[in-house]
């Protein structure tokens, strides 16, 4: 694995992206990022303190394409999973790619394809205090708890057990992985607006299903969905 350090960078995501000679499990950490990217083109509000990183994940052509429309829900699984064995709290996953912990978001997840390449980009409030513009939506793990983490092992940890979930999934464990998944659908049982396009519509979250669909009941109707941006509806 190669590790790439900065004190600061735009956005750690970018630099693996146009590496030319980027490779599987290159790892890029940044300890600040001046262009942090969301998904949807937001800004990722990227403050010291927090873990901030991307590495590579190589397509495996013995898998199929559709498979990886799954790659986000198993990054969220992966890392709700290996976050509950440093500090073992009540994280849930907001389908599609977002940690939750306390109706705060903890993490944000963004995969990006590159030629050969899945870019996984994570960042995770571990030990910022200032959540800045954030701060009535976000939380991180030292406001939780009061200790301070050691940022870099625990972004070692994130990424290894991502590399063993992969495998998992690549064996055929898809369901079992789905069914902890489940276990902590932070969307199930709430009624949320679905912004499909430039349609909206309001419905009853259900499971998230085999295919990594999320199944919303809307009206007498069960309706599938796979893209579109998705708010718990405002009271
Ligand atoms: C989101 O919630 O919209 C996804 C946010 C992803 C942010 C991380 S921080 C490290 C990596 N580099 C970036 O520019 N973005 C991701």
Redesign the pocket.
């Known amino acids: 694995m190669r590790i790439y350090r900065f004190d600061e960078i735009?956005?750690?995501?970018?630099f693996l992206r146009e590496k030319d000679d980027v490779l599987e499990k290159d790892l890029?950490i940044?300890k600040v990022?001046n262009?942090?990217?969301?998904?949807?083109g937001?800004k990722?509000v990227?403050t010291e303190g927090?873990a901030?990183?991307?590495f590579a994940l190589k397509h495996d052509l013995g898998i199929q394409d559709e498979e990886y429309m799954k790659l986000p829900l198993l990054v969220g699984y992966s890392l709700l999973y290996s976050l509950k064995e440093i500090e073992n709290l009540d994280y849930k996953f907001k389908w599609t790619?977002?940690l939750y912990l306390e109706d705060k978001?903890i993490?944000?997840?963004?995969v990006e394809k590159i030629k050969d390449y899945y870019i996984i980009?994570?960042?995770?409030n571990v030990n910022n205090l200032n959540l800045e513009e954030a701060k009535d939506k976000g939380m991180s793990l030292r406001e939780k708890t009061g200790k301070e983490y050691d940022l870099e092992e625990v972004i070692l940890t994130i990424v290894s057990d991502f590399f063993k979930s992969f495998e998992e999934f690549k064996i055929g464990k898809w369901k079992e992985i789905l069914e902890k998944i489940n276990k902590v659908n932070y969307l199930y049982g709430r009624r949320i607006e679905i912004v499909n396009f430039d349609k909206e519509e309001s419905g009853i979250a259900g499971d998230i299903l085999e295919d990594g669909t999320l199944e919303v009941f809307v009206g007498n109707e069960i309706k599938k969905y796979n893209i579109g941006s998705i708010h718990i509806a405002k009271k």
Do not use: M
Not at 10 to 14: A, F, L
Not at 107 to 110: D, E, N, R, T, V
Not at 121 to 124: A, N, R, S, V, Y
């Open positions: 735009d956005s750690t995501n970018r890029a940044a990022q262009a942090g990217r969301g998904r949807r937001n990722w990227s927090a901030l990183f991307s790619n977002d978001k993490s944000g997840i963004l980009g994570i960042g995770l």
